[in-house]
Structures are given as structure tokens and as C-alpha cells.
């Protein structure tokens, strides 16, 4: 009779999973939870498996990009650009499948207008600091491209006045929450224009103050 193996070492480690064995599916739950920026950067680059996965449009229905590195400051920066591309990738990916996005910084008026032509089924939006946005580009930019799905827009200190607001908000038929944060170009009077303009919005939460007039400081 064969002698028995002799038991493991407790220091001994248990070898190393192969996850490029993981079936594509198991992957792409696992792409989903990652996010959108470590798996464009990084994951889909580890292997030919792990890429054919992140290639799956269920990965991408939801696009955040809210939480990256990058400062306000380095918007000039290449590393921006990346941001960019990265996004177009994703909205690629998700082949018309993209439901929910949020972007910091780097969103622009190009940017704004490849997503929406491409994304018929947009349901929620939010940007965050996005100076490339400016108001007049975005409400031309739903006017010929309407975002017929949108139930949810949060803009969060983004340049934009009552009258371009407006003019989005005409052309997202099915909004339901609308969040402004420190909107440079919104003042406290417009939140009742927009509630009575607008009374199909279910929620609306107005968070931005009057600029400060700089006219009125005292000079020392």
C-alpha cells in the first residue's frame, strides 16, 4: 500500500487561483464592482480573457467616473484626455446599453453630446465640476438629441442659467429628480420659477446661493 501524503504544512500556502479561468459572466460582475476607470485602466489589460469580459455592454450600463485622481487643475493635462477616451470606450462598449453616468472635472460639450446620441436609454446624469460644460452647448445639445429616458439629472457646480435649464429640462419629458449644487449662473429666486415651470418633477433639491457682488465689498 502507498504510504500516505504527508499533511500540508501550516506555512505552506494554498497555490494561487487562476482568475482567467473564471467564466465571462462571473467576470463581468466582478468589472461591474470595480468600476469603470480601474477596469479601463488596468483590468482589461491583464489578459485576453479579462478583456473579452470587459467588452461584455451588461459591464457598462452604469459609467461612473465620479472618483479618480485627477484635480480641477490638471484639466489641461493629457491624463484628462485619457479620461475622456476612457469614456468613449465605455460608451462603446455598452452598445447603446449605458443607463447611468456620473463624471467629475473632466466631462466636456463633446463629450456630453457622444454620450447622449449614443445612449438611448440614459436614465441618470450627474457631473460634477464640469467647467467644459457650458450652458449653451448642453441645451442645444438636448434640443436636437432630446434624453427621452432621463429620470434623474444632478449638476453640481456647473455653469448653467435658468433660461438653458430650462430649455434642458423641456427636453428630458420624463425627469423626475433634478439636484443643482453651487451652479455658478443659478440664483435663490429661480428654484420657485423651476418648481412652478416644472411641477412634473417629482423631487427637486435647489442648493445654490447668489453669486457674491464683488461691487458691494468694502475697500480697505
Known sequence: MDAAA???S?????????WSL???D?????FVRLGAVDVLASASLVCCTWLQAAKVPDV???VDMENHNKDVFDFLDDEFADLVAMAKSAVDRSDGQLREFAGKHFVTGELMQYIVERSPSLT????VCCCSVFSASLASLTRESPMRELRSLELDDVDITLEKLSAVLENCPLLEDL???DCE???EKDEQVLRAKFARIKTLKFECEDDFDWLEWPVF
Request: net charge positive.
Open 6 to 8: 504527508p499533511p500540508q
Open 124 to 127: 441618470t446624469l450627474r457631473l
Open 179 to 181: 439636484t443643482l449644487r
Open 60 to 62: 457598462w450600463r452604469v
Open 22 to 24: 473564471l467564466p465571462l
Open 10 to 18: 501550516a506555512s505552506e500556502e494554498p497555490p494561487a487561483r487562476d
Open 185 to 187: 449662473g443659478m440664483h
Open 26 to 30: 462571473v467576470l463581468a460582475l466582478v
